[in-house]
């Protein structure tokens, strides 16, 4: 009982500093000045998105910021699926069944992760050739 209580404070104790760490650096849909985009290039010193002094080659710099932004958004998702997949997978195989669901879970995250990787290759590739 005293080891589960000490260990559950421990946890506690360092989720506390992820989530610190975590807090410190809020995303933003506003790129800063001079935040490289997908493209690998940094935005153009022209661009600043903060005060609204934009021209026509901020366009696709901005398109490729947020193409990153969803794109660690959907491997969180993929993340998350792989883990609830698992989960399911183990609890079917503990309880008798075969655990089907849990394997449907995972294959179709996998699944939908190379598509959402394929496109976003295919997005930063056409980004590329639009950003000088």
Do not use: W
């Amino acid at each position: 009982m005293r080891f589960g209580l000490l260990f559950g404070i421990m946890c506690a104790m360092h989720l506390s500093g992820f989530i610190d760490i975590a807090t410190a650096a809020t995303p933003s849909l506003i790129p800063a000045p001079g935040t490289a985009g997908s493209a690998g290039s940094a935005l153009l010193a022209s661009c600043d998105f903060v005060t609204g002094n934009l021209d026509a080659g901020c366009l696709p710099q901005y398109i490729s910021y947020l193409i990153t932004i969803i794109f660690q958004l959907t491997g969180a998702i993929f993340l998350l699926m792989i883990i609830i997949g698992g989960y399911q997978y183990t609890i079917g195989k503990a309880s008798g069944g075969g655990g089907e669901e849990g394997k449907a879970r995972v294959r179709f995250a996998i699944i939908g992760f190379l598509i959402t990787a394929m496109s976003f290759y295919i997005v930063d590739f056409i980004l590329n050739a639009l950003i000088p």
